[in-house]
């Protein structure tokens, strides 16, 4: 079954960065979306950037746009979000996704975005 395996979390201050990786592995067909989540303690799961498979289009939401760049390295089967200028607010679990769909016309913004299958998390915790 497909698996996908985050790292790069970890404690820094205000204004800091990170490179947070999804490594994906145990696929046949590679998925038409991918994409972060984060979770903040008592608050609901937030789509944060995704990315088309096909052709490398990227959606941001308006939280971390500007600061955050979700990348592909197809090569190595990767995913990658580049954090810098990092907040207090920035602090949850980060989540990688996939998703599979079998239309022509589907959607990988993160407002239309229904990943298939999650990765475990990694923590980032900003401190001010």
């Known amino acids: 079954q497909v698996q996908l395996a985050e790292s790069g979390g970890g404690s820094v201050h205000a204004g800091g960065s990170l490179r947070l990786s999804c490594a994906a592995s145990?696929?046949?067909?590679?998925?038409?979306?991918m994409g972060w989540f984060r979770q903040a303690p008592g608050k609901e799961r937030e789509g944060i950037a995704s990315?088309?498979?096909?052709?490398?289009?990227?959606s941001y939401a308006d939280s971390v746009k500007g600061r955050f760049t979700i990348s592909l390295d197809n090569v190595k089967n990767t995913l990658y979000l580049q954090m810098n200028s990092l907040k207090p607010e920035d602090t949850a679990m980060y989540y990688c996704?996939?998703?599979?769909?079998?239309?022509?016309?589907?959607?990988?913004?993160?407002?239309?975005?229904?990943?298939?299958?999650w990765g475990q998390g990694t923590q980032v915790t900003v401190s001010s």
């Open positions: 145990g696929y046949t067909r590679s998925p038409s979306c």
């Open positions: 996704a996939a998703g599979w769909s079998t239309y022509s016309d589907y959607r990988c913004e993160i407002y239309a975005f229904g990943p298939n299958v």
């Open positions: 990315i088309y498979i096909r052709g490398g289009s990227t």
